[in-house]
């Protein structure tokens, strides 16, 4: 499991200070011969006898080490003088100091630190601690830095500037005794590494999280594991688009009750495994934003959640498989359908989902109507109402939301069926809310959270459906979707931020607007509204094409005329606007104009998205991410690229390659040519079209060498690059 992994490199960090090489003999006596000296230095003094460290001047980090190594056991409390200074590197500066109750470093100069990893880690018996003075503007890496300080009760962070950091790793794990903690001050823009942040903390009862900025954040593993008496967490603002990595997270918060995540962008995740395990009094999830197309280990994630009560999964999340442990008990239903259990009958629930749902585990009673069905007759303009009996209900009541308020139509209902008044006014959008009565009570806030919509009318119909649509989110707070591309029309329904929708069509010569399908109704939905504020992110569930440009090198001054002819993709992104094809004058430089607007351009830019070309990668290169510029300009060069298009293609795709562990990468030919074909006028007397198509990997693969073919420039020459990276 990965929290044993963890485990095991915190121990590493808190038992090095203690060894001693016995298969080195003539270094140790060395390392032992300075330590008996080290009593003593010019950045520090030490008392044997009280076990005080004193610290002065500007202190020398091999030297504090080496003596650490020698007395650091000894050490009681810890005191530094005025004008004493930490070197830039601290990291592990003060670790080790296993019976240290003490440290009075309030008078220490932090100003040029960059580095604070593991600096007070494994101070087991560390209570006071005055760290509130630290300048840490310069500091980088703040991980494991007050890692098992497990008996500290209070610590003062509050004016901790963590600008500049990128690393929290552990920064607090087991601080066992800690009570509070303030962080709301942290900015963390930059951070990228949160795991085990706050793992252990066993006694925080509550924590302010909700300043932190984690755009850039990639692993939240374990973060909050074991906090066991944490009751609240406020993650509504977490940006977790970037995060690839969330087991553990709230592994072992025994005493969380609710908890908000229905904000997270899971779209990167590949690691959800005891994600919720041991939450033991949490009774509703809302995952319905969870996205977990990429997600690869759900073992263990909903393991002892014993009161979960209530599930909500969204249309990204195709179900909930048995190795996540979800607690069946006697059965999971649809409360759209809560007669039929859909579960199974085993230990752990196994389900399927489709779209959103809410999932509701047995027993419980339904006090609200469900399976609500809408009929709406065109011949009279009005709209039936049926829906499934509740039990136990007298009376049902109807009420429909107005100019903001919800007014009942009706409340004296005895059967399953409702029929509004003839002649409704087509185009308008009605939100219908149906309550049942039961033993005398009303239960509204169900109904209400179940309302249903119904337009009269229909919508318009788009030029051109889409197979392939993009996929959109909605960044706004929250987006109306209308009968027609055009705000004039009438409002089918309003969308809440943070839901994912398919776009199913679109009109000519309008990319503003989109047809799409919300909770069974069909409208449009803008882009940019009028105030140019963009509402709606835009993403493609197949690989794009990404960046191929193409340089033209004739003999003499040429007018030449280029189309891209696409068969299995859509063309997106041109520069200079692409109609239909670029005319251009090219010279022999490989300078061209722009006949359109007399512009000057270094080449011809184009992508496209929607990708659903099969490329080929039986044969090709698995290259380490940190070997990748050198292969790129290997064999670019050999296929013959010169230096300055080498140069710009290696700009464009290193910084997306050389982090990954391992990238397959293979040159694609026929796969890329025949279904992206370039129509240039007058015909080249060569062309290179190089097309690298990768994919990240965390292990190496074995896989037949690619052979590549070299390239002899005559004539009029075409040279193209792109690529795209296939997930």
Same mark, same amino acid.
């Given at each position: ?11 590493? &960090? ?6 001693? +090489? ?47 190594t020698?007395?650091? %056991?000894?050490?009681? +409390? ?22 240290? @109750? ?9 100003s ?10 494994c101070?087991?018996n560390?209570t ?15 991980? !494991?830095?007050? +890692? ?5 009760k ?11 950091? @990128? ?17 709301? #001050?942290?900015?963390t /823009? ?6 085990? =942040?706050?793992g ?6 509550s924590l302010?999280v ?21 009751e609240t ?9 970037? $995060? ?9 918060c ?44 759900t ?5 002892s959640?014993?009161?979960l009560?209530? &599930? ?8 909930? &498989? ?17 007669? @039929? ?8 629930? $196994?389900?399927? #989902? ?48 107005l ?19 003839? #002649? ?27 309302? $249903?919509?119904?337009?009269?009318? +229909? !919508?318009?119909? *788009? ?24 705000t /004039? ?15 199913l ?8 607007w ?6 069974g ?30 340089y033209?090198?004739?003999?003499n001054? @040429?007018?030449?005329?280029?189309? $891209?002819?696409?068969?299995?993709a ?24 722009? %006949?359109?607007?007399?512009?000057h ?37 050999? =296929?013959? &690229? ?12 290193? *910084?997306? =390659?050389?982090? #990954? %562990? !391992? ?40 896989i037949? *060498? ?10 009029f ?11």
């Amino acid at each position: 499991m990965q929290m044993k992994k963890i485990l095991a490199v915190v121990m590493s &960090l808190c038992m090095t200070a203690g060894v001693v +090489s016995y298969g080195a003999p003539v270094i140790t006596q060395t390392i032992t011969a300075q330590a008996e000296a080290a009593a003593e230095a010019d950045c520090y003094s030490f008392n044997q006898t009280t076990g005080l460290l004193t610290l002065k001047g500007e202190i020398d980090r091999g030297a504090l080490r080496t003596f650490n190594t020698k007395y650091g %056991k000894q050490v009681t +409390s810890v005191i530094a003088e005025a004008g004493t200074v930490f070197p830039e590197d601290s990291s592990e500066l003060l670790r080790g100091y296993y019976n240290c @109750t003490s440290m009075d470093i309030s008078n220490v100069d932090t100003s040029n630190v960059t580095n604070m990893d593991a600096m007070f880690n494994c101070c087991y018996n560390l209570t006071s601690l005055d760290v509130s003075s630290f300048d840490t503007s310069n500091v980088t890496d703040m991980s !494991y830095m007050f +890692s098992y300080c497990e008996k500290l009760k209070i610590l003062d962070v509050s004016n901790f500037d963590t600008s500049n950091v @990128t690393d929290m790793y552990g920064m607090f794990r087991g601080c066992y005794d800690l009570t509070s903690l303030d962080v709301s #001050n942290f900015d963390t /823009s930059n951070v990228t590494n949160m795991p085990v =942040m706050f793992g252990e903390c066993y006694s925080l009862k509550s924590l302010n999280v909700s300043g932190f900025n984690t755009s850039n954040v990639t692993d939240m593993g374990a973060m909050f594991y074991d906090c066991k008496k944490l009751e609240t967490l406020d993650l509504s603002g977490f940006d977790t688009s970037s $995060v690839t990595f969330m087991s553990g997270m709230f592994q072992g918060c025994y005493d969380l009750t609710s908890l908000d995540i229905s904000s997270f962008d899971t779209s990167k995740v590949t690691v959800m495994g005891d994600m919720f395990s041991d939450c033991t009094s949490l009774t509703t999830l809302d995952l319905s934003n969870f996205d977990i197309s990429n997600v690869k280990d759900t073992y263990d994630m909903f393991s002892s959640c014993d009161n979960l009560k209530t &599930l909500i999964l969204g249309t990204y999340c195709e179900g909930i &498989l048995k190795k996540a442990h979800l607690p069946n008990g006697d059965g999971w239903v649809n409360a759209k359908e809560p007669k @039929t259990i859909i579960s199974g009958d085993g230990e752990y629930a $196994v389900i399927e #989902n489709k779209g959103k749902n809410t999932y509701k585990r047995l027993p419980f009673k339904i006090t609200y109507p469900t399976n609500i069905n809408v009929e709406y007759s065109e011949k009279y303009r009005q709209v039936r109402f049926t829906w499934d009996k509740v039990e136990g209900a007298d009376k049902y009541g109807i009420a429909v939301y107005l100019a903001g308020k919800w007014k009942v139509q009706a409340q004296n209902i005895t059967d399953t069926v409702y029929t509004s008044p003839k #002649n409704l006014t087509t185009g308008i959008t009605y939100k219908v809310a149906i309550a049942a009565r039961v033993n005398g009570k009303w239960d509204t806030a169900n109904a209400i959270n179940n309302a $249903v919509t119904c337009t009269i009318g +229909s !919508y318009v119909k *788009p030029d051109r459906e889409v197979i392939y649509g993009s996929d959109l989110y909605v960044i706004a707070d929250e987006i109306t979707m209308y009968l027609g591309p055009d705000t /004039s029309y009438g409002k089918v329904t309003t969308i809440p931020g943070r839901t994912y929708l398919k776009e199913l069509g679109d009109m000519k010569n309008n990319n503003n607007w989109a047809f799409t399908k919300y909770n069974g109704q069909y409208g449009w939905v803008q882009i940019v509204n009028e105030s140019g504020e963009k509402q709606i992110r835009i993403s493609y569930s197949y690989p794009i094409v990404a960046k191929p440009v193409i340089y033209l090198y004739p003999e003499n001054e @040429t007018d030449v005329h280029v189309e $891209v002819e696409l068969t299995e993709a859509d063309l997106a992104t041109t520069y200079p606007k692409y109609n239909n094809g670029w005319d251009v004058v090219a010279k022999p430089d490989g300078s061209l104009v722009n %006949k359109a607007d007399g512009s000057h351009h270094r080449y011809l830019f184009w992508d496209a998205v929607n990708c659903r070309t099969e490329f080929d990668f039986s044969k090709g290169f698995c290259v380490a991410g940190s070997d990748t510029e050198n292969f790129l300009k290997e064999k670019l060069s050999y =296929m013959g &690229l010169t230096e300055d298009e080498m140069n710009e293609f290696i700009v464009y795709w290193l *910084p997306k =390659m050389e982090h #990954n %562990k !391992y990238n397959l990468i293979s040159f694609q030919s026929d796969k890329y040519t025949d279904s992206a074909k370039l129509n240039i006028t007058p015909e080249p007397d060569s062309m290179l079209r190089v097309f690298m198509t990768y994919t990240s990997l965390e292990d190496a693969v074995d896989i037949e *060498p690619q052979e590549l073919s070299t390239f002899e420039r005559k004539g009029f020459t075409v040279v193209e690059w792109g690529g795209s990276e296939v997930k």
